[in-house]
């Protein structure tokens, strides 16, 4: 197996680091898939052991790299899977300050690793010196791939763009601090309402006149927890009970810069959000629902 890429440019340099550290905030531990024409960043849920991915990111090599190769395991098995610490691949990252290149490889030290190789300016002349950095991985076997597969989940009811992420984050960051789990609803009308039942009050925050990419209704709400919003038909919003916790750990994502940002909902099954930058970065994150 082999791996090298090369990236010139400091502004895909700055933004993959973002990446790596918004990656690094959300989990300790991380797959990183290498394919011919994408990277892809994959975490599956701590508390589960194998388990289809709970956060999938996937950035497109052409736009970052001017160099890349790759030698996979052989032509049935073409990509590399490495499990690696996310925060040891962010600090690496923290001396990306004026940097001139950055080359990522595979290397074999004491342990298989992901060496990457930082030119910066000197301060004092005008040469140029090397960093770099050794980041232990384990090589995830062919057998184990399937685990980390990008989850296959169901049409969803309804696709709505999300309001600022740093907003959303203030309002469940407050939300949190009453309750455990959120309710997600949406409506055709282009609404968004995050809700949270506490032992004392019923807490709403509604956000108005969201674009709605995709409406499947109508939507069975017979049940006595729905309640008509304003004059909304009933049937035409789809809701999900959430974690507060998983929920506001997605929205640490908003330091990436954002294209769109849509919120995917299953009507009471699964919430899946995916933020989408203008270099074509996606990153979606899967929410399953809480049902009693």
């Not at 055709?188 to 509604?206: E, H, N, P, W």
């Not at 809701?239 to 995917?264: E, P, W, Y």
Request: charged fraction near 25%; aromatic fraction near 6%; hydrophobic fraction near 40%.
């Amino acid at each position: 197996m082999k791996f090298r890429a090369v990236m010139n440019n400091s502004s895909p340099i700055r933004e993959f680091s973002t990446i790596v550290s918004t990656i690094s905030k959300l989990s300790k531990e991380c797959v990183l898939r290498i394919a011919d024409d994408m990277l892809y960043f994959i975490v599956s849920d701590e508390n589960t052991g194998p388990a289809p991915p709970v956060l999938w990111c996937e950035i497109p090599q052409s736009v970052f790299f001017s160099e890349y190769q790759l030698v996979g395991m052989d032509e049935t098995h073409q990509d590399i899977y490495l499990g690696l610490n996310s925060g040891n691949l962010a600090r690496s990252f923290v001396s990306l300050k004026n940097v001139k290149s950055l080359k990522m490889k595979l290397t074999k030290k004491q342990c298989p690793c992901l060496t990457l190789e930082i030119e910066v300016p000197s301060t004092t002349s005008h040469q140029t010196r090397q960093i770099v950095h050794d980041i232990p991985v384990a090589v995830v076997p062919w057998k184990n791939w399937p685990d980390f597969y990008e989850p296959r989940v169901p049409d969803p009811d309804i696709s709505i763009e999300l309001p600022s992420l740093k907003q959303l984050r203030t309002t469940i960051d407050r939300m949190r601090t009453m309750a455990s789990e959120v309710m997600v609803r949406a409506s055709a009308g282009g609404q968004l309402i995050l809700q949270i039942r506490a032992d004392m009050a019923k807490v709403s925050t509604r956000f108005k006149d969201l674009n709605v990419a995709h409406f499947d209704g109508p939507v069975d709400n017979s049940d006595p927890e729905t309640d008509s919003q304003g004059n909304e038909d009933s049937s035409e919003i789809v809701q999900c009970r959430v974690d507060a916790k998983k929920l506001a750990l997605f929205l640490n994502v908003d330091h990436i810069s954002t294209n769109t940002t849509l919120c995917s909902i299953v009507h009471k099954r699964l919430v899946t959000l995916c933020l989408q930058t203008d270099d074509n970065v996606k990153l979606q994150c899967f929410i399953s629902g809480i049902v009693y």
